[in-house]
Each structure stands twice: as C-alpha cells, then as structure tokens.
C-alpha cells in the first residue's frame, strides 16, 4: 500500500482503516488504486493535501453510462464509486508531478461517522 500512495503523492491519515490499493500493470501506462476509510471529519483536511484543479462536484446518483474502468475497485472488493449515489468527486492533477500522468478523488459515506476515500490514477 505504500508504494502505491508514494507513487499517487498522497499521504494515507494516520486514522485510516481499511485501506486497499492495487498497482495494475499496463500496456502503456500502468493504473493505481488506492481506497481507505477516515472519519467524515477529517476528509476535507485529506482533500486539502491534494489541492484538487478545481472543487469536487456532488454526484447525486450513480453513474449509469456503459464501460468498465481500467483498473476498478473491484479487484479490491469494493463498490466502484461511480456506482454509488452522493459522491464527492474529482480531478485532482493532470498532468501531474514526477510520472503520474493523471489522479482523480471520489468520497463517498460509508456510514454516520465515517467516509471512504477513492483514489485512482495512471502512471
């Protein structure tokens, strides 16, 4: 998991729980996943770290268009974000620093207390 987030530029909270992440070998460029859970609190202050381009946008209902992701959280064993209903989401860099060529955020409630935070990009 840490090569992954090192590779994302992203620093993990201290507080997050089951965290997930996948580095998928590509044709071109390869996909990184990286999941993980921090209390509901603590999400705009992660956010902050990234500096998105612009404000995550609000996705009321799940994305229904056809295709797959690249590399889906799927092979983590989690609902893909574009699946699920009031996501907060986003492009956070492309191009990015270094050889990340792109990261986009989503989060996405799991519960009262608590949030998931969904992390993708190419390398």
């Given at each position: 998991m840490e090569s992954v987030a090192k590779t994302l530029q992203v620093h993990v909270p201290?507080?997050?729980?089951?965290?997930?992440?996948?580095?998928?070998k590509g044709f071109q460029d390869d996909g990184?996943?990286?999941a993980f859970v921090?209390?509901?609190?603590?999400?705009?202050?992660?956010?902050?770290q990234l500096r998105p381009e612009r404000p995550l946008?609000?996705?009321?209902?799940?994305?229904?268009?056809?295709?797959?992701?690249?590399t889906p959280f799927?092979?983590?064993g989690l609902p893909e974000p574009e699946s699920l209903a009031n996501v907060r989401e986003g492009q956070v860099c492309a191009p990015c620093r270094d050889e990340l060529d792109w990261l986009k955020?989503?989060?996405?409630?799991?519960?009262d207390l608590s949030s998931r935070v969904y992390l993708r990009g190419a390398d």
């Open positions: 201290p507080t997050a729980t089951d965290a997930r992440a996948a580095h998928q990184l996943i990286l921090v209390p509901t609190g603590e999400v705009d202050g992660f956010l902050g946008r609000l996705r009321e209902q799940p994305w229904t268009a056809e295709g797959k992701p690249a799927a092979h983590l955020v989503a989060v996405a409630r799991v519960d």
